[in-house]
């Protein structure tokens, strides 16, 4: 059985330690969703992972091997990565980028198999882009780019995928495009899916398991009915919600208290304002 | 839903053996080979001892051994003529394929070894070597000039790769800062120099193929024989480079290593032509840009067609250069230069209206 474990991995860009000594395992099979504030290292966790930032001390584990210590290849045969807004080059057509996903299975004179050609049209067919195939990649709609990328990650043929905000810059109908896609991926066929996302109700909809990133630490860690909870997005985001029952699949709705809809604006609200009009920063912004 | 490549696949049944090249690789590399084979016949032809074009042919072919002036013939064809040709196609393949590397590294299509400088490091400590060393043999220089070419790659990747990352325009600034200061030290290298070795700098500094001999096609033919099957076979990894580092990474490509590697091979390249020609400028920068055009951006097919297009320019442009001014003749660097430097502010425009 795959494992994916944490031991003790400390991140940092220069001298800034974003994640310290973190113990985490992520489960095989399952959605999981990295959630957090701005620059709460959620990313930085992203690329810990998966090799594209490499650690100031402790470990990746990946079947009981360090993942610093398999050729590089071979990991990316095992995982595979989409970074945030990847931008194809000008010209570059749907069908030669998703072939791109075949490089770690290819070698100097093996360079374009039979197996090839079927992976990477079966990752076209997943993705809902064979129809763009010939069409270059930079005159899509975000959606069908981003779906093209992940066609190429697919191509990748490995069991673990990790996305890094696969629906940041989409349209609501896009991201949820997107989203079906991989919910499909990992219930059809058995993907393991760890992506970082925006929009804490997207994640408590589609992930298994959520885990919310805090200060360079784990604050929870769970499935989203029992670790999202009022507390957990007041400590996480800062912000005060209420939670209620998703009318549709009944996962957990967040719905933030903030000052827009006056009519229906509840009584706290109103005593934050209050609160804030009788404050030294409201006199000096006046004067 | 079948999806019909847009490539063809060569696979061989028995051994691990597979590539695949966009469709229009075949077809432009035929039409470039006719245009070059021409090019070549009428820049033999074109000179002051006068015969025909078949005469030409025939002679290349050693066909016409009985014809009453065959010693003429190959005297004019093998001795004074096809050496200088032959090395303007290999100044012009090596510059081409040097530019579409430096192209794919830095994902920027306005690089290019004349404009980043590396043709100018080349020459600064080419021309070192001809001014301060005595008697040097013409095999020394692809190595000074790889050297300095080398010095100044590291220098550029030094002051534009701050942070990690770096803009296009950063880049060319840089690039076109540290031309000056290296085209200044030359100067300043034969304004002090012996008076016989800084005209044979300056012979060679113009970028010219004047006077060039089968010694020098070896030379350069040595180096190129070495260095573009390597860049053919690492193509993929311009590939991979093109789609972003990360992108990179995540498809098991060692980056850092991968793109030090290119980025020596583009430099031995552009050595190895400035070593034999001085700088010819723009090359580098105009073949990949166009090829791109004509077949796409991938480089199995890319790189090799622009090495063809690079070559058939400049057998072009020493032609043009030849004809214009005869009996005299333009240096074929300045009729580059003329071609290339409207395309680079096009290219400017552009790139500035996209951004």
Redesign the interface.
Known sequence: MTQLNTRDLTLSYDDACIIDSLDLSIRIGEITALVGANGCGKSTLLRGI???LKPRAGHVILDGQDIWKL???????QL????QS????????V???V???R??H?????????E??RIA?EA??LANV??Y??RPVDTLSGGQRQRA?IA??LA?DSAIILLDEPTTFLDLAYQIEVLDLLHDLNTQRGKTIVMVLHDLNHACRYADTVIAVKDGGVAAHGAPDQVVTESMVREVFGIDCRIIPDPLTGTPLIVPCGRGGKRLASAQSHSQIDTFVHSPVFALMEA | MAVKPTWITVRSRRLPFSFRLDRRVLPVALLLTAFTLTALVVSINYGQYNMSLLDVVQTLLGTNTAHPDYRNFALVVHTFRLPRILVAFLVGAALAAAGTIMQGITRNPLADPYLLGVSGGASLVAVAVIVWLDDVPLSILPFAAFAGGLIEAFAIYLLAWRAGSSTPIRLILIGIGLSSVVAALTTIMLLFGNINDVQQAYIWLTGSVYGRTWEHVRALGGWLLVFMPLAFVLARGLNMLNLGDEPAKGLGMRVERGRGVLLLISVALTAAAVAVSGTIGFVGLVAPHITRRLVGPSHEGLLPISALFGGALVVTADLIGRVVVAPSELPVGIVTAMIGAPYFAFLLIRSRNHA
């Open positions: 998966s090799r594209l050729p590089a290849k071979t990991l990316a045969q595979g990565i989409l970074p990847p931008v194809a080059p000008e010209g570059l057509t069908h030669e980028l072939a791109q996903g490089y770690p290819q070698g100097w004179l093996q360079q374009w198999s039979a090839d050609e049209h076209m067919a064979s129809e195939a010939d990328w190429m990650t990748q």
